[in-house]
């Protein structure tokens, strides 16, 4: 049993009492940390005055001592009972000194303040502060935060937290101090400090009005060569901001930190973004053209938070999507204006699709905006964020640009400053627009993905063409019932050359389980083109024959949904033969896609970029949220069957491309040239399922001629996963010896072995957690020894022996007493079990049981194992 409490929405009640101004005090020792704070108090206008202060604090932190007002608290005004210290009879204004002692070096969780590789370094969202002192750790509790770091100076030369540093001195013993104010009130969970040894690299941006801001990120020396690609994405996004959203930045530095022991992506403190070296570091000798952009995007996100998170933040966790999807929303559309509209909108898609969809159709399901939660942790979901993103968007669609910039300008102008709700951010649009947005807030409420049926028919005589859209949604945990969604379905109707009818590209707006629209004028039978740029988070169905897919995919005037025919394309043959595959039936090739894909492979119209993406079948995950009983083996052979199938059948077309792509020109960044070699590597990997000796050459050719990781990974993944066995421990143990210094190029050599499907995998994945590279407190090495078995090997971590669940098992009841976060996330394959056959199923489940029994479980994997089970 878990001891922590469900918290739901329902119960939210404002504060009592309300912070004006927190002092910190750090004396950062090897052995333990001192805390001191000194907190200016007022009661909240119109709370009871008989209302006591409740401050949060964890198990961990020792309390040294509690002094109101000068005089230190009797013992019959304070209470500590789990999390919670209530101080009752307080005067309406007062002064709170409380000295608490932490442990930083012992902190594995990675929760509040902790040493790890020499560094401090702090993480405090959502309810992380509270392991550092005691205080009201909510996001409507704000307060102006002014913070001294004391610690050695010769280890600790480097002393950050948010704001402007304001004073600085020298103590004896060689210690130092320097003192930070941040003007700007905050909620405790954007609060961050960093000490340690690192180095940094400088420039500058002046603001629209003319302000200079001092930009640094800080590294450990030895990356000081790889911060480049980030500072120019930050000066970019500072740009894009001004001018998209007419957001300015507001405090005279900003800074970024690089560590290596992190448990996300990054975190937008005030001022003081803290960054895992994965979503920071780049160089194109170690870092892939993928991880580039990923570092773009997550320097935007982080930095768009200065606004939407920061300056208008949440009132409680329910709300975690206010900033969080509205942010990656942002930084979405900030990658589409740096690269390409529809290449961003594919990727996104098929993320929401595999993923989220995942989650909605599992045992975790929850709404945009949860209802409750045991653990918040558990609630930084691709729901909250991705979904939360889609609705956003969404908004986007039936506003227009115009009014949604006036919805965002209104929104920050009226809540700047404060904590506020997802109703006050679909309010500003609706104020804006004039229009009644009631209905579409149950995007927020309602779980689960939405059906959307689509059937058509043409009135030759009347010259009139109807559509009927029919939407339904499935039960989920928290309602069985749901009510109709307000859904944009953007769409275009094409004539038979694939020509645009005249006036037909528009958004209808279903709002009723059931509308019809009808479209007058028509002259002959027409073809529509559904959900363009995925309009809306749902699953299509409108019975296209082949034919129509095959010539949607070069006609529509969408390109999302060029490349979604494709794909439609493809998926249907691939469930065709998963189905050949269980009825012991033989694999053969339909001439259809062959036709298709050469079709792709020849046309010189297409950007490499895209044809590329149009080449890509389907992946494993996507396959399997479709299917109704996901069977591993029967999904994998028939997509290695059709890629080994397409290679042969287009093998000269393949080479050509290749040889096409290739260049001897040095590496760039440059759109053009990330789309080069993003093609060359897919007709790589088609050419190495032929398992020909003359391709193997030529992959290890591409991998001894790269200059660059993303040409280097892509030759090295092909053999690694190859059959031929003595080429890929060569090339593995090569790429090892020339990067066994770089720690993330290491998780990329950990994750192609754990992701290799070829039998054996867990005896393999035994021994990269033997390896001297592999930490297992390092959440990095732990999502790419673990986490990529778990969830990109499907075919191994499902084997039938069900040992692969068992050591999933293992590692969690190991990890939860070490990190609960990333226990819990790795936790989630287990919770898919209603998907896999009974055999698995039985598997699966008694893993979790086995997860339930351990005495002292944390209330995040007690959560996500509970509600699975
Ligand atoms: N806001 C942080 C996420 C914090 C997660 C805490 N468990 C990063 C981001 O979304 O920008
Ligand atoms: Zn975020």
């Known amino acids: 049993m878990s001891q922590k409490p469900v918290i739901y929405l329902k119960d939210y009640q404002a504060p009592a009492y309300q912070i004006l101004t927190t002092d910190l005090r750090f004396e950062l020792n090897t052995e333990e940390t001192l805390v001191t704070s000194h907190l200016r108090i007022v009661r909240a206008e119109g709370a009871d005055t008989q209302a006591p202060l409740q401050l949060h604090g964890h198990e961990s932190v020792e309390l040294i001592s509690l002094t109101l007002d000068g005089q230190p608290l009797a013992a019959q005004q304070w209470q500590r009972e789990g999390e919670l210290l209530s101080l009752q009879a307080l005067p309406a204004e007062f002064e709170l000194i409380c000295v608490t002692r932490i442990h930083p070096a012992q902190n594995t969780a990675l929760e509040g303040l902790y040493l790890s590789d020499g560094i401090y370094a702090t993480q405090c969202e959502a309810e992380g502060f509270r392991r550092i002192t005691f205080f009201p750790d909510r996001p409507d509790v704000m307060s102006v935060f002014t913070t001294t770091l004391i610690a050695d100076q010769s280890q600790y030369p480097i002393l950050l937290s948010n704001g402007n540093p304001i004073a600085q001195g020298e103590l004896e013993g060689g210690r130092h101090w320097v003192t930070w104010q941040d003007p700007h009130p905050k909620p405790a969970y954007l609060f961050a400090l960093v000490a340690g040894n690192l180095s940094k690299f400088e420039d500058h941006f002046t603001t629209v009005s003319g302000r200079k801001v001092l930009l640094q990120i800080y590294a450990e020396a030895k990356d000081l060569d790889k911060l480049a690609y980030a500072m120019d994405s930050l000066k970019r996004a500072m740009q894009w901001d001004e001018e998209v959203y007419g957001r300015e930045y507001d405090l005279d530095i900003y800074m970024i930190v690089a560590v290596d022991f992190f448990n996300m992506g990054a975190m937008e403190n005030k001022g003081l973004n803290i960054f895992n070296t994965a979503c920071v570091l780049a160089h194109p000798r170690t870092t892939t053209d993928a991880a580039f952009q990923r570092v773009e995007s997550v320097v935007a996100h982080e930095y768009f938070h200065n606004w939407s998170g920061n300056r208008v933040t949440c009132r409680d966790w329910f709300q975690l999507s206010l900033k969080e999807g509205f942010t990656v929303f942002r930084d979405q559309c900030f990658s589409a204006d740096m690269h390409s509209e529809t290449l961003k909108r594919v990727e996104e898609v098929s993320m929401l699709r595999t993923a989220q969809f995942a989650e909605d159709a599992g045992p975790m399901a929850h709404p945009v905006r949860p209802e409750s939660f045991i653990e918040i942790s558990n609630f930084y979901t691709l729901t909250v964020y991705e979904k939360g993103a889609e609705v956003v968007r969404m908004l986007h669609t039936l506003l227009g640009p115009e009014l949604f910039r006036q919805g965002t300008d209104l929104y920050f102008a009226r809540h700047d400053g404060q904590a506020v709700t997802t109703d006050d951010f679909v309010q500003a649009m609706a104020d804006v627009s004039g229009r009644d947005l009631s209905q579409f807030k149950r995007w927020y409420s309602q779980a689960g993905t939405p059906r959307l049926q689509v059937r058509d028919e043409y009135d030759a005589a009347q010259q009139i063409y109807r559509l009927r859209l029919k939407q339904s949604c499935p039960a989920t945990p928290e309602a069985a019932e749901k009510l109709p969604f307000h859904m944009p379905v953007k769409i275009s109707l094409l004539d038979d050359e694939g020509a645009l009818i005249p006036g037909t590209q528009q958004v209808l707006e279903l709002t009723a389980a059931e509308q019809v629209f009808e479209f007058t004028q028509i002259q002959a039978q027409p073809l529509p083109s559904l959900l363009q740029g995925f309009s809306a988070p749902v699953k299509l169905d409108y019975p296209y024959t082949d034919a129509q897919l095959a010539f949607l995919s070069k006609h529509d005037n969408d390109g999302f949904n060029r490349w979604e025919a494709g794909q439609q394309l493809a998926v249907r043959l691939l469930q065709r033969l998963i189905a050949d595959y269980q009825a012991g039936k033989p694999f053969s090739l339909e ?16 950007d490499p970029a895209m044809k590329s993406l149009l080449l890509t079948l389907p992946s494993e995950a996507y396959l399997s949220e479709l299917a109704e009983v996901i069977d591993p083996d029967a999904i994998h052979q028939a997509r290695r069957f059709l890629r080994q199938a397409l290679a042969q059948a287009l093998e000269a077309q393949w080479l050509n491309l290749w040889t096409a792509m290739d260049s001897e020109a040095a590496y760039q960044p440059t759109r053009e040239e990330i789309a080069r070699r993003s093609l060359k590597n897919t007709c790589l990997g088609y050419l190495m399922t032929l398992d020909n000796a003359a391709y193997l050459a030529l992959a290890e050719s591409q991998f001894n001629a790269a200059d660059n990781m993303t040409e280097q990974q892509a030759a090295l993944m092909a053999v690694a996963h190859s059959n031929f066995s003595d080429s890929a421990a060569a090339l593995l143990d090569e790429f090892f010896h020339q990067w066994q210094h770089e720690s993330l190029v290491m998780n990329q050599w950990l994750g192609i072995q754990a992701s290799d499907p070829k039998p054996g995998a867990l005896a393999r994945v035994e021994l990269l957690r033997q390896h001297p ?93 509970s509600k699975s089970v």
């Not at 001439?591 to 297409?606: G, K, N, P, Y």
């Not at 590692?811 to 055999?839: F, G, M, V």
């Open 773 to 865: 590279i592999y930490d297992a407190r390092n959440p990095n090495k732990l999502r790419a020894v673990i986490g990529t078995f778990c969830q990109q090997n499907p075919v191994n971590f499902h084997a039938l022996d069900g040992q692969g669940y068992a050591f999933l098992a293992d590692r969690i009841l190991e990890l939860d007493r070490q990190n609960p976060q990333i226990a819990s996330r790795l936790l989630t394959p287990l919770t898919r079990w209603r998907k896999y056959d009974a055999q698995r199923q039985q598997l699966m489940q008694a893993q979790l049981q086995r997860i339930l029994q351990e005495p002292n479980l944390s209330g995040d994997v007690y959560e996500v194992a």
């Open 591 to 606: 001439a259809r896609l062959v036709e298709v894909w050469s079709s792709i492979l020849e046309d010189e119209q297409i």
